[in-house]
């Protein structure tokens, strides 16, 4: 795994060959090959706006590298809790019975901060503040900032990503 720190970052001239692209403003996620997009979906970033520190429920910028992929397997809707599954499928009575439920389903993509300083280490440690890419209630909206600081997308989504990537594949989240 690649660590960066920020003179290193600002130097660093040549993107990876493929990657995954995040763009706070247009709210969308791409994974690009070779500088081709062959993957493109609409998301949505945290409803309080880009940010990198603990407790801000912001979505950090920079590049992270995908720390873990959680979920192979799992139904869509599996409802995860604590990065595991909770054996239970999203539905509306499920919604209704436990209404302040802040709902990570289908599959997880934890993120890790590859820029000291900035969103790794200290009080700016992507994975410790638990930042992940992940599926969300269909009726929740894309392209609306609404997360309390991950990045949430489609279940049909979440899972086409999550099946082309590899764990340590870098990501970019730029506003």
């Known amino acids: 795994m690649l660590i960066l720190t920020e003179e290193e970052n600002t130097q660093m001239k040549q993107l990876p060959e493929r990657y995954i692209r995040i763009s706070i403003s247009n709210q969308s996620i ?3 090959d070779n500088d081709q997009i062959v993957f493109n979906a609409m998301i949505a970033t945290a409803k309080n706006g880009a940010g990198e520190n603990f407790g801000s429920e912001c979505t950090p910028r920079g590049w992270h590298t995908i720390r873990a992929k959680i979920g192979a397997g799992c139904a869509e809707n599996t409802v995860f809790i604590g990065r595991r599954p909770t054996g239970e499928i999203y539905s509306e009575k499920l919604k209704q019975e436990h209404p302040g439920r802040d709902w990570i389903l289908t599959r997880i993509m934890w993120l890790s901060g590859l820029e000291v300083g ?7 440690d992507s994975m410790r503040r638990f930042i992940y890419i992940h599926g969300c209630p269909d009726e929740h909206l894309m392209g609306i900032p609404s997360s309390h600081g991950c990045i949430k997308m489609r279940n049909s989504k979440v899972i086409q990503l999550f099946d082309q990537i590899e764990t340590g594949i870098s990501v970019v989240i730029n506003e």
């Open 30 to 32: 791409q994974l690009m």
């Open 118 to 124: 900035f969103n790794r280490s200290g009080q700016q």
